[in-house]
């Protein structure tokens, strides 16, 4: 074990008031009754013992004068419930009892306690009237008595600002801690918020990833296993391959939704989530593969520009957008050929993706379904914009910008 520093101190020491900390928080626990009911016992204690020791000379204690001492100390126990009353009948029985007995109690023990009180728990205009009429008070009353030292008029005018001081402190503390406990909620409520907003955004990139998986998967399955009863007899070879791109589909889309579903179920509640390798604009070679051999459907990969790294949120945009559009070209739109373009530009890049198939639904107000919708939510969500609907020579257009660099921050504000 290391040795301590030479004058080590504990703490505690440091810090001698930290002793009193289970003494204090024990007495907010009590109920306010109790304390206040000690604090009136103490008060006439502390009054009685001039009276029950009464130095050589003073007149002994009557009868009266202890009524008059419990008088400034009883009115204590509904200090904090009514602490205005309260103030007002220690205020009359103080000088009554300075008054009445020979000579005056050495100090305002209930008058101490009821302008702390005041001063903490009272009104403004309640605080200001029950000062003023202390300091009246207090100085017409030490006036009353004959042989009064003049140091009397400041040591018990001194005593009753103190006192009203502690009372100050007393109010602004407890609006500081209770400004600090606001705070504290309203942050506590702001992080919930903040960690709800983005579990729903979470959710949601979760499961339009498992729409565009699931649908472009199940697409090129069906559209197999429907092409593969007709080519059985005839060309035996050609049904293998159309069952083993059936396969293989479904065994890609069963990795890719593991890999979502294994991260959902590691992810810890005190960590952030987990972000999953997403595909970018350099698998859309691949995309655009897949889709070749699994369908027979043509699609070429057009490249202009000068190709560059993407921000990732960007690349994952580009590479859903087109595997949806070429999802729904192969189930709606009866399509033989498609072309995928990617056009690089200095501040954005344009993805498009058109067909010769049927063109868009001749039903009016048809926006599209909720892949459409997906290709609109993506898009907006990079600072872009995407345009789908009939293409320049018939077909099906589905056209995306998405900013990048310089245009990317204007985009996203």
Request: charged share 20%; with cysteine.
């Amino acid at each position: 074990m290391a040795a301590r520093p030479p004058f080590h101190r504990s703490p505690l020491s440091r810090y001698p008031f930290t002793a009193f900390a289970p003494v204090v928080a024990r007495l907010r626990t009590t109920h306010p009754y109790a304390v206040d009911a000690a604090v009136a016992v103490l008060v006439l204690f502390a009054v009685s013992l001039q009276w029950l020791f009464p130095d050589e000379g003073d007149d002994p204690l009557s009868l009266q004068g202890w009524l008059l001492g419990a008088a400034t100390a009883v009115p204590l126990v509904w200090r904090r419930a009514a602490p205005f009353a309260t103030a007002c009948a220690v205020s009359v029985a103080t000088p009554a009892q300075a008054v009445y007995h020979a000579p005056p109690p050495d100090l305002m023990y209930g008058g101490f306690v009821v302008l702390y009180t005041l001063a903490a728990l009272g009104r403004p205009w309640q605080r200001r009237l029950m000062l003023a009429g202390w300091l009246i008070g207090v100085a017409v009353t030490i006036r009353h008595n004959e042989d009064a030292d003049p140091f009397e008029y400041a040591f018990q005018l001194l005593s009753i600002v103190g006192a009203y001081a502690l009372g100050v402190l007393a109010r602004t503390q407890r609006a500081y801690t209770a400004e600090l406990e606001d705070r504290a909620r309203r942050l506590e409520r702001e992080r919930a918020a903040d960690t709800a907003r983005a579990a729903a955004r979470e959710r949601a990139r979760i499961a339009r990833d498992m729409h565009d998986i699931l649908a472009h998967a199940v697409s090129l399955m069906v559209v197999q296993a429907e092409a593969g009863p007709v080519v059985v007899r005839s060309d035996p070879a050609r049904a293998e391959a159309a069952f083993d791109a059936i396969a293989g589909t479904g065994r890609d889309a069963m990795a890719q939704l593991r890999r979502i579903l294994g991260v959902l179920n590691e992810e810890q509640p005190d960590a952030g989530p987990r972000r999953l390798p997403q595909p970018g604009v350099d698998g859309l070679s691949g995309l655009v593969r897949q889709v070749t051999e699994s369908t027979g459907l043509r699609v070429e990969l057009r490249v202009t520009g000068e190709p560059r790294p993407l921000p990732p949120d960007t690349g994952v945009a580009a590479y859903r957008i087109t595997q949806e559009a070429l999802t729904n070209t192969v189930k709606h739109a009866y399509a033989s050929s498609a072309t995928v373009g990617l056009d690089w530009g200095a501040d954005e890049v344009t993805l498009t993706v058109t067909d010769d198939g049927r063109g868009p639904s001749p039903a009016p107000g048809d926006g599209g379904g909720h892949g459409l919708i997906g290709i609109r939510e993506r898009a907006a969500a990079c600072g872009g914009d995407a345009v789908t609907g009939g293409g320049p020579d018939g077909g099906f257009l589905v056209a995306v910008r998405l900013p990048v660099g310089a245009g990317r921050r204007t985009g996203l504000g």
